[in-house]
Each structure stands twice: as C-alpha cells, then as structure tokens.
DNA sequence: GCTCAGCATGTTGACGTGAACATGCCCGAT
DNA sequence: ATCGGGCATGTTCACGTCAACATGCTGAGC
C-alpha cells in the first residue's frame, strides 16, 4: 500500500525532538485541541477519550514542550533567585525553603549566581536576568551593594527582596535582626556583664548594619558604655583573629558576635589563650546553624527562621506574579536560643 | 499628521507583553530578521545599521524572549540539578560551583529539589524533570537511593551524576573518596595508633559505603584490627552521640569520622567526658568544612574540592549537550589537611 | 416534533524567533 | 561594458502550544 519510506513518522523519526501533541492527537485519533485538554488536566473531556490520549501519551513518550507553552501563554512557572555564590550558611537555609514552596506551587528556580559582590557583577546578573525565562524574581543580596548598582529591571517583573532595606518598589521580606541583637544584648547584660562587645559583619551587609545598629541602642538604653565596633567578615578566620585581640584584654566578659562563624572563631581563640567560657567570657553568635549546639561550648545564639523567610518570599511572590498586586512587607521573628557558652561574669 | 490614536505602539501597549523583534524592527527601520542577527551578536551587520538596531532596542526596552528562542531553536540553555534539599554543605559548595560554571557557559540553573529522600519524591522530581526546559541533568542524590527508584528519564536527555556508582548509562563525576579515607586511616596508624574507630554515614549514602570501606581495607593492609562500625547520620548531634560511648572507652585513641559535622559532635563528647583531644584521642573529619579550621582543637581533615567536582560536571554534560558524545568519568582528588586534633596517643 | 441548552470535540490562528532561501547592490575581473 | 562573487538585508515559514471560536450531537422541556 504506503510506499517504502513514506510513513510519516518514520521519516520524521530522524529528527531529535521528541513527539508533539500533533503526533499523539494523530495515535489517539483526536484533534490537537484535545490533547491539550488533557495534557493541562481540564474536565471538559469524556473519560473515554482521556484514557485514550493517555495512552497514545504513554507510547510515544510525549512530554509538554514548556517553550511553545511559554511562548504561547506567556507564563514560565519559574521564578528567579539572585544570589551571591559562596553564601552565606543562611542564604542556603533560604534558597533550600524557596526551592520546596515553589516547587509545591508548581514553579520551579532559576538560580542566577553572583559570583563576586561587585557592582558590575551584580549589573551582569540584572543583565542576564533580563532574558531568563522568570514570572518573578527573589533578590538575596547585601542591601547596600543593591542600592549603589544602578541595575535596572524589567518593568512589570515581580520582585521579592530578602533582608533588604524597605524600598518602596519591592516587597520585602526581612528577618527582625534589631529584636534578635536585642535579646542577645539584653541576655548578656541581664547576667550582669558591665557591657557587652560585637563584631559586626561586613560594612556593605545591611543585616550587618541593624545588628549592630540596635545592639548599640540597647546598649544605651541600659546605661551601658559602647565599646568600638570591630568588624569581620562573617567568616570563622576573621571571628578568630578578632577574638585574639578580645581575649588579651581582661576586661572583656561578653562578646556579641553576628553570626555563629564568626563566634566559633572567637571561641577558638579564648580556648587557645586559655581564657575559659562562660566562666571568664560569655559568647553570643547569631543565626542558629545546625552545628552551633556542638560548638564547645555550646552557642547560645539567635536563631532565624530561614524556612519561613523563603516560604514568605515565594508566596509574596506568587501573589503578585498570579494577581498583579503587591504584598505587604514580612517581618519574620527571632528567638534566643541559650547555650552553654553564656554565664555571669567573674566576680 | 497621524490622528489621534493611530500611532501603532500607542494601541499595542496594551497587552503586557514587551515589545518583540517585530517592534524594534519597525523602529530601526529594518527587517526582523535584522534584529535577530544583531540579538544574536552575528557578523554580518554594518555597523551603522546594527547601530541603529542596538538604539531602537534600547528606546523600546527590548528583550529577547527567551521560549520564542527556545521553541525554535530547540535549546533552552539551562541545566537542571537535582539534589535534595537540606543537603550536606558539600553538595550546597558544589551547587555553587556548578551554578558559577554555568553561568560562564551562558547557562542557567534550573533546581528540582527532592523534599524528602523516598523513592516516591525521586521519582516526582524526575517526572516533573521531564516537562523542566532543561537541555541536560546534574544528578546529585545518593546513589544508593537512586538505584532503588524505577526512575525514567526522557531519553536522549544528557545526565551527569555526581559522587554515584560507576553506572555505564550516565557519566559520572565522583570524588577519590577511597583515596581520602585511606589517608585519613594511615595519618593515623602512621602516628602511633594501634587501630582506627570509624564513625560512617548513613547506610544509603554511596559516599559513606566508600569511605568506610576504604577505612576497613587499609587497616586489613596495616594489619590492624578492625573496630565495629558506627553509624552516624552526617549531623554533628549523631556524632556527638556516638563520640559519648567512644569517650567512655580508654581503648579508643583515634577516631575518623565519615564528614567534619560528625567530628564536630565527637569533639564535643570529648571535651565533654573531659578526654584531651589530641593527647588522649586523635580526630579526623572528612570534607574540610570552611569552619573545620576554627573548631577546637582546629580539626585535622580530608580535603574534598567540591569546586572542581562542580567545575567537571558541568564541562561534562555540555560537551555531551552540544556534541552529543559523551564524556569519560571523572574522579576529583582528595588530601589530608593535617591541623591540631591529631597527634601520637598516650604511650 | 421542535427548540435550544449544554457539552464534547474540532478548526484556525498567533505567540516571537531564527533557519533557509531570496534579493539586490557594489566592485573587481575580464 | 559585462559578468559574477560576495555581502548586507529582506521574505517566508515552522517550531508546539492554547485561546477563541465553530461545529455537531444529545436530551430535556414544551
């Protein structure tokens, strides 16, 4: 009957595509249309012929082509995370819990890398950004390095910004970092320290900032003098180095720091000069990472609730991506969590 | 001249889309397929006209549409990466690695997070997979559990697995883990110690398999006993748990535990049972952890170099994406870092 | 028996892009 | 002067999908 080589599909098998809902409306013997009925799950389509074009979908292996279907409805079910690369341990706990409520929306991540915090990179990604295929985009990057790019988005391209300051062109979801330095204060001049010393993290952190901002103002509050502000670099290596020059002065018996790295670095350092904790030098870190329960000894900490932050972002997101309106800004609690590594001071 | 209203831009602007090629031709003055050559950074413009294109693009804010681009040309320029999510710091450093590579090859991340590591949420992720606009697959899940799972991946989709069994359907990227486990093992033995206690990670891990194996057949080749196996489950909580029986047993003298986190919690457990770490008990971790060089004592350990594990992956599967040949597996170095919490045992 | 609502299904066209092919011009070689 | 090669630019069409509209059938209501 056919000729030799006339089969369409045979022909068309040199092709690398996989099959399109023309080939399965062609085995299922339907029209396109109702292939695409199914394929989107609609009601409208007798039983019969459902399990029909299933089974036409099973054997020839048909997978939706989410291009045509994005070129056509104008939607990617995808969602943009810009972030730094070597981030921080929360930035992680972030993206992870961003990653699951988008995933249980139907969206999955784009993951757009910064790989260094300069304001060209950071242009670059806004760049890149702008042909990504994103409903929406979530911003995770150290405020202030934001606000002097003069990056420019997409109009009308959602933005959720994580831990940044209150813009009145994004929504913000923001961790209460002042309530957090607060506790962590409080807690250390409650035990009966005269006052209390912080490393701050890097200038250009906004989260850095209101740390060390309200760790200031309760330090006032209380009557206590201010010791200088020493600064590290979030990580362990700049904890410890700090914490050397602590550890010499005998006048120090509460040490703030504004995350756990850098506190395991200070606390290496009263180990080495011999300076014991809590006995002679109360430590507090900040973040609550997993580890920090096995730190020796123990952290007391503030603990962030990096899950709800990414679940907010995602939902914030997704309502304006869906309804075209803006959420209000979040503020997600802290809470101190008390350690070993925190006692009165010596008397 | 034109009435009111008529101006063409003026009517279109409407709809949310952005301008498309069409507009920024009519703009310039040139034929669409002008604007795509000049999108698309090819030779054969002059320059006055490309010019022209560039200028028009910007007045109208014009960008690509990345599904039109990818519907034709079949290419979405993007890899999918599975992992699970809450994953080990080695896989988030490698995540990083990946992304960054990525993105210097012009592609994007898309993530597929695996909630919970059962076979159902393996097989969702991969199902969901097959409709993701991924041009290939890094796969970094533990192998064991990726075996179990009756998974099917669209074929003719290029597959990359990282630290996984050596399967001859994928190429496989792994870590010399039997190399740094043997180090570790013969650090030890090497200082004095009659036999090593191991501290492994959890049974499905293919990781874990491997160092602990590798543990067991350098003290069969040293001669050395071979304590019973403990098993963690990668937390520093489970390694603290396991370092308090090891603790309480003056036999025990050396400890490699399978990751720093697990060495972490046994630190702990000994300084906490008041055991000196390393006069009367040596430790090794397994991963060099950024923090690993701050515990206390700073923690003697196998270096992993999760950047280049990342770096190859990702090599690997785009030689495969874009020439369709694949790839010979690699396998990334280890080495031992020698720090504090190893010395020669009590005589 | 006739009408028409309600539902399953089919037909048409457009989303924005780029490959393939077509056109037209300039300029050097003959 | 003529021809043709090379290059810039234009035209056409299909990638796979889904919204909008069209069709045709069944059965309830009068």
New interface residues.
Partial sequence: MTAIGTAPDTAASGR???PSMADVAREAHVSGQTVSRVSNGRHNVDADTRERVLAAMRKL?Y??????R??RT?R?H?IGVIMF???SFGN??TL?AI??AS?DAGY??????V?HPTQGEISGAFD?L????VDGVIIIIEAHLLDESDIEL???LPVVVVDSTGSDRYTVVDTDQALGARLATEHLLALGHRTVWHIAGPERSYSASRRRESWQQTLAAHGAEAPPVLVGDW???S??EIGRALAADPEVTAIFAAND?MA??V??AM?EAGRAVPDEVSVVGFDDM??A??????LTTVRQFFGEVGRLSVEALLHEVESSERRENRLVTTELVERASTGRPPS
Wanted: hydrophobic letters at 35%; zero cysteines; a negative charge.
């Fill in positions: 690398r595509r996989g292996g997978r939706p082509n989410s291009a045509a994005a070129l104008g990617f995808s690369t070597l981030s992680m706990r992870d990653a699951i995933a999955s991540i784009t993951l757009i890398p790989p890149r702008s042909e990504e295929a997409p109009p009308d990580s362990a290596e904890g410890h790295q395991l670095g606390l290496r180990h997993e580890e329960a096995s730190f020796w000894p123990p």
